[in-house]
């Protein structure tokens, strides 16, 4: 074996898996086809969750100082009707929102600045190998491990690598995925969309009326519930562009300068940087592992770039992966721990796709289609009065979870079902995030949790507390134990027990103040990958 694992594609999804591994001291190779990211501004929100693993990943502090736009100007988002320049608007995607239930703040700087900031951090893992501007050709697998052949794109050198286990991160037309013949289901919304980057600081003059904005949305009638939507690059010159266009548009049969006008209700001057075009459309992976084989990110999922979904979720898969593939690789996780990747990630993104990308076109379509400020100006001001109240309802609704998970313990068999639709609370949840929590120490609790699983034990008993280390020893799971008093933020978990995965969601909660062997020995199997069967 050249590695652990082998990891096609080194974007953002693949450098932070193999950070991840890397971290945990397991042998990776990552194979990337460009020397250098690609200065396409994309994947610019990055979430309070998105964070956390920054944070985790020893690159928070790197990551924010990579910022184009100062941190005192703000990442908040708005929505206007008619052009951006028009008389209807209010606040959209508000993250800021549900900050209290996150450990750390979001965040806001291109996908290529981020990928910079992952590069430097995996530079300084040893366990993790980089091949960059080399192609990934052939993808096999049998029953020890995974053969992958890669060749350099400037050279005439060919590699053939072998693994335990490989992971395509490598975008949307994945050689991984096709080659290890997981098909995908395609949702096409049969619109041609252009991508235009472009430099203009009158643009920034004109739009000193929303202070502390940094992308725009526009809604218009007549374009079907789909965007015209602006983001900022830096501070002052650089923009992005993504709307529709009619079909057969290229980037010479199409006034474009024109299109930007119409958009934001004023001329401007504009220095044109990039013409790309994109078909809009979702396609999910039908499975996100076939044997030693998986995808994440684009690879797994993709969809239109509306409301800074992609980049997010792609990080969470490599986080949900790392930490079990690592696990089994170490010998203490069972193989239900790798078929949980799937049952609990690809229902997030089905959700994702459904209850809030879709969703919102769809939403957005029928209020164009039924309000008209010229017909009804009191009828279209109460429902974008109303609009604006749901935008709030929206950012809270978004809160990814596992219940119904086979390696998380449920309050009763069955119950939920993994969703990116859910509620924020502090309220310690199985299947759901851990929030954050000053400790009666005076730790946070973020800053306690162990880098395997983490016990939170609430005015436990030393008798109790040690049924839990010699079953934890017993099973061969690394289990860090922290016993606190009540009487502090953590009072809000509501729970004695609190078992916290290494990627911050919870494994079990428990409530009786007495623990039996039998139940921690089945709550700990569960955890661990090594049964269905939910205590």
Known sequence: ??????????????????????????????????????????????????????????????????????????IGGLTTYGTLLGKYSYNWLQRELVKPYYFCANERLPQYATENVLRQRVAQLPSVQTLFGWDAEAVAQDADGVSITVSERKGQQRRTLRAAFAVGCDGSRSKVREQ???????????????????????????????????????????????????????????WFFHAPVPAGTSADNFD??????????????????????????????????????????????????????????????????????????????GDALLDSYDAERRPVFESTMRDFIAKSIETDKDFLDTFDPDRDRAGFEKAWQERSQGAIGEVHAFEPHYEGS???????????????????RFEARAGHHLAPATLASGDNVFEILGEQFTLLAFDASAEDVQVV????????????VRQESKGSEADRYQAHWVLVRPDQFIAWVGHEHRLTEQHVQSVLAMARGQTRQQP
């Open 256 to 333: 474009f300068k024109s299109y930007l006008h119409q958009a934001v209700g004023a001329e401007f001057e504009i220095e044109m940087e990039h013409i790309g075009f994109w078909d809009l459309r979702f396609a999910i992976a039908d499975t996100y592992r076939a044997g030693r084989l998986f995808v994440a990110g684009d690879a797994a999922h993709s969809h239109p770039p509306y409301g800074g979904y992609g980049v997010n979720s792609g990080l969470e898969d490599a986080r949900n992966l790392g930490w079990k593939l690592a696990a089994v690789l170490q010998g203490w996780g």
């Open 469 to 480: 280390v010699n079953a934890a020893r017993s099973q061969g799971l690394p289990l860090t």
């Open 1 to 74: 074996m050249d590695a652990d694992v082998l990891i096609v594609g080194g974007g953002p999804v693949g450098l932070g898996l193999a950070i991840e591994l890397g971290q945990r001291g397991v042998r990776c190779i990552l194979s990337e086809r460009y020397l250098q990211p690609q200065p396409i501004p994309k994947g610019q929100n990055l979430t309070q969750r998105t964070m956390e693993h920054l944070h985790f990943w020893g690159a928070e502090k790197e990551l924010r100082s990579a910022r184009t736009i100062p941190p005192e100007y703000g």
């Open 406 to 424: 086979p390696v998380v313990a449920q309050g009763q068999p069955g119950q939920g079902a993994c969703s990116a639709r859910g509620s924020h």
């Open 180 to 238: 290890a013949g997981i098909t995908q289901t395609l949702t096409d919304h049969d619109r041609l969309m252009v991508l235009l980057v472009f430099r203009s600081h009158e643009l920034h003059t004109l739009l000193e009326c929303y202070p502390g904005k940094s992308f725009y949305n526009v809604l218009q009638p007549g374009l079907g519930g789909y965007w015209k939507f602006f983001g900022r690059v830096d501070l002052g010159n650089t």
